[in-house]
């Protein structure tokens, strides 16, 4: 069975940066497109950045593109989300998701617990 465990959330002051790390176990990772997602308090969650197998593809939401940058180390099996220039509208709860089949944003079969980030101004 997949586990995805999140790590590296905190209270950051806007500007500042933090790294996420997303660890897979239960299945080889290279097979699976890997995405982080993000949900602030009353609203849905929301598509942040996706990663293919090999991390040759990568797919932002507008809001992040030049700010945060998705990469994996499969010999890690572990996923990150290096966030820079943070805003306080990045404050939410950071899920990392798992697929074996779709590149994107939009199916995920396994989730993470998440991890809290919160932006101060």
């Known amino acids: 069975q997949v586990q995805l465990v999140e790590s590296g959330g905190g209270l950051v002051q806007a500007g500042g940066s933090l790294r996420l790390s997303c660890v897979f176990s239960g299945r080889p990772f290279s097979n699976y497109y890997m995405g982080w997602f993000r949900q602030a308090p009353g609203k849905e969650r929301e598509f942040v950045a996706a990663i293919s197998w090999s991390g040759d593809r990568t797919l932002y939401v507008d809001s992040v593109k030049g700010r945060f940058t998705i990469s994996r180390d499969n010999a890690k099996n572990t996923v990150y989300l290096q966030m820079n220039s943070l805003k306080p509208e990045d404050t939410a709860v950071y899920y990392c998701?798992?697929?074996?089949?779709?590149?994107?944003?939009?199916?995920?079969?396994?989730w993470g617990q998440g991890t809290q980030v919160t932006v101060s101004s």
């Open positions: 998701a798992a697929d074996p089949r779709s590149f994107g944003s939009s199916r995920y079969d396994y």
